[in-house]
């Protein structure tokens, strides 16, 4: 079974850094992507930033250029960091990792999410 945990969410003033992390965890032959998704109070989930094979990433327009995502593939983990945080980036976080080779075959996962509350 495959798990995700993220980590590194809770109160941040506006204008600070924050840096989120996941991990996956399990039987693992391989993944393809590992993506952030975000969704506000009121809002629907929206893709935040995403890194493929090869280090290939893309961003959200709305990311503005304040989000850089890294990946480590030989721990099997993505961290997202966010520069100078704004309150319109309160959120739930979520990791998602996709197309994920295990012995059950290939699926995408989701992680419980990580709340992120940007105080003005």
């Known amino acids: 079974q495959v798990q995700v945990v993220e980590s590194g969410g809770g109160l941040v003033q506006s204008g600070r850094p924050l840096t989120l992390s996941c991990v996956a965890s399990?039987?693992?032959?391989?993944?393809?992507?590992m993506a952030w998704y975000r969704q506000g109070p009121g809002r629907e989930r929206e893709f935040v930033a995403k890194v493929a094979r090869a280090n290939r990433t893309d961003y959200a327009d709305s990311s503005e250029g304040r989000f850089t995502i890294f990946r480590d593939y030989a721990k099997n983990t993505v961290s997202l960091q966010i520069n100078s945080a704004k309150p319109e980036d309160t959120a739930v976080y979520f990791c998602?990792?996709?197309?994920?080779?295990?012995?059950?075959?290939?699926?995408?996962?989701w992680g419980q999410g990580t709340q992120v509350t940007v105080s003005s």
């Open positions: 399990g039987t693992i032959f391989s993944i393809s992507t």
């Open positions: 998602k990792l996709m197309r994920v080779a295990t012995p059950q075959g290939v699926s995408d996962y």
